[in-house]
DNA sequence: TTTATTAGTTTACAGTTGTAGTCAGTCAAA
DNA sequence: TTTGACTGACTACAACTGTAAACTAATAAA
């Protein structure tokens, strides 16, 4: 399994990505179908997504015949992680607080996945900082933030 | 006020905006100076960012005459929600929760961050439902789904 | 075994991005 | 008024993306 963190997956491949991941494990045809319905893609640019996904590790070739069949090598909650970690990190420290908000308020949360994050943020609350600076630029400069 | 949701920023004119959020209202020469240092960039790779934002719509030039001001025309907090949650649209819905969990726990969290966090999730769990369903495939496809 | 079909590989091509050089217009100094 | 410095505009160029056609190799049907 290769490291989510190591592979940057472009939009559309993720497109291909969420299929493979739910499919678990396709044919080529399999997939090509699945994207034209879905997407209504050519039968082409699934091929073209699959083979740079394949180069960039993200997806296994398995089989020895014909039609041979594909997997992920990286795993779903990972590369979502990954994802979601990267934007965070070139945004504003301070602000990163209201934003997972804004993320939270717009998004369908199971009442397991708030009981989790409550959790989660319970614990964090015991060690929590009074206030989180801003990083937008390196310290110093720009001395009075406006973020 | 441009809406941040019509707006694409790339991630280095996203650096470029958060210097520009941060120091509220520049001269190209303030930015150029400010980027050169926090990240190394020559003048030029500055100029041409800011005009590709300027053409974007996501920064505006004021002033009549030659060293020009230039102000974000989006806001921060809008675009980085827009940001966010344009990345999470394109993940499984059924796994949003456990990427906020992962976000969350990377991030440093304010103590008022975390209580209007838990104030929110108290709110949302009045109404959240059992479970998320994966929206990976449209339906009726992928009978099974393995998110 | 020849042919048709399918699966896989290469090539294409315009738009965006990261990074930066060069040219031109304008204000200030001489 | 001429010149120099600086700001802003235009050009450059390779890599990556979205989208897909064309070509080739392997398998299945005749």
Redesign the pocket.
């Known amino acids: 399994m290769i490291d989510a963190k190591d592979v ?1 997956i ?4 993720w497109e291909v990505m969420r299929a493979i991941w739910t499919l678990n494990k396709v ?3 399999q997939l090509i179908d699945t994207m034209n319905q879905a997407r209504g ?2 039968d ?2 699934t ?3 699959l ?1 740079r996904l394949i180069k960039k590790h993200a997806v296994t070739q398995h089989g020895d ?4 069949e594909y997997q992920a090598a990286v795993g779903e909650q990972d590369s979502m992680a990954a994802a979601a970690t990267d934007l965070f990190d070139h945004m504003c420290a301070m602000r990163a607080g209201s934003t997972i908000a804004d993320v939270i308020q717009s998004r369908e949360l199971s009442q397991d996945d708030i009981a989790n994050l409550q959790k989660i943020l319970a614990e964090k609350a015991k060690t929590a900082p009074k206030t989180v600076q801003c990083n937008c630029l390196p310290a110093g400069m720009g001395a009075d933030c406006n973020c």
């Not at 472009?10 to 491949?13: A, F, H, L, N, T």
């Not at 015949?65 to 041979?68: F, K, L, S, V």
């Open positions: 940057t472009s939009d559309s491949e044919t080529s045809r893609w050519s082409s640019t091929k073209t997504l083979h015949q014909r039609p041979y």
